[in-house]
C-alpha cells in the first residue's frame, strides 16, 4: 500500500511540475517575442493568460506542504507565493495603468526563468529520480539574480499602482456600512511595501543557506 501511494505521489508531482513548467514556457516565450517584435508595452497583454494560470496554480504548492506531499516548508513558501498572487491579480489585474511600464517585462522574465529552471528540476526529479548537476547548479544559482531583478520590479509596480489605488478607491471600504468596519487598499498596499524591507533581505539569506546545503550535498554524492 505504501508503494502504491509512493507512486501516485510521483506520478502526481511530476504531472504538476511539468505542466507549471509548460506554462511559465509560455509566459517566457510570449514575453520575449512581444519584446522583439513591439517593444514592453504589450507584453502584459501577451502573457496575461499563462502568467495567471501558471501564478495561480502554485498555491497548490502550500497545500502540498501543508498535508506532507514535499518537504518545502510553508514558512518559506507561503510569503513567495503571496506575493506574487498579489502582483499578478491584485496589482497587474486590478490597475491596467501600470501593464505598459517596463518593469512588466522584467517581471515575468525575472519570474519565468526562475520557474522554469525549478519546476524542470522538480519534475526531472519526480519522474526520474534525479536532475542533472547542471541543473541543480541554476536552480540554485540563478537566484542570486534574478530574484533581485524580481523583487525590484515587484517593489516598482506596486509603488507605481499607489496613486491609482488612491483615485479609484478600488477594494477599500469606506465608513460608515452595514459591517462597522473599514479598509483602505492604499494603506494595504503601503504595509506590504514595508514588509519587503526586511522581508527580501530573510529570503535571500534562507535561499542563499539552501543553497550551500544542496551544492555541497551534490559535491558529497
Do not use: C
Not at 128 to 143: D, E, K, Q, V
Request: hydrophobic letters at 45%; zero cysteines; glycine letters at 6%.
Amino acid at each position: 500500500m505504501a508503494g502504491f501511494l509512493a507512486t501516485i505521489r510521483r506520478l502526481y508531482l511530476s504531472i504538476y511540475n511539468w505542466t507549471l513548467f509548460v506554462g511559465w514556457v509560455q509566459v517566457f516565450y510570449f514575453s520575449v517575442k512581444q519584446l522583439k517584435e513591439s517593444g514592453h508595452q504589450q507584453v502584459y497583454n501577451a502573457v496575461e493568460r499563462p502568467l495567471q494560470f501558471a501564478q495561480t496554480a502554485a498555491v497548490l504548492e502550500i497545500l502540498h506542504g501543508l498535508v506532507g506531499l514535499v518537504r518545502s516548508p510553508v514558512t518559506a513558501t507561503l510569503p513567495q507565493i503571496g506575493s506574487r498572487l498579489y502582483l499578478t491579480w491584485g496589482i497587474l489585474w486590478s490597475f491596467p495603468e501600470v501593464r505598459n511600464h517596463v518593469l512588466v517585462s522584467s517581471l515575468v522574465i525575472s519570474w519565468s526563468i526562475t520557474e522554469i529552471i525549478r519546476y524542470s528540476f522538480y519534475g526531472m526529479k519526480e519522474a526520474f529520480g534525479f536532475a542533472p548537476s547542471l541543473l541543480l547548479w541554476l536552480r540554485y544559482s540563478t537566484f542570486l539574480l534574478l530574484y533581485v531583478t524580481g523583487i525590484t520590479s515587484e517593489v516598482g509596480l506596486v509603488y507605481l499602482a499607489l496613486p491609482y489605488m488612491k483615485e479609484s478607491g478600488k477594494y477599500s471600504f469606506r465608513m460608515p456600512n452595514k459591517w462597522n468596519f473599514s479598509f483602505d487598499y492604499l494603506y494595504g498596499a503601503m504595509l506590504i511595501l514595508a514588509i519587503y524591507v526586511p522581508g527580501s533581505p530573510h529570503m535571500y539569506r534562507y535561499m542563499l543557506v539552501q543553497r550551500s546545503k544542496a551544492l555541497s550535498k551534490s559535491k558529497k554524492e
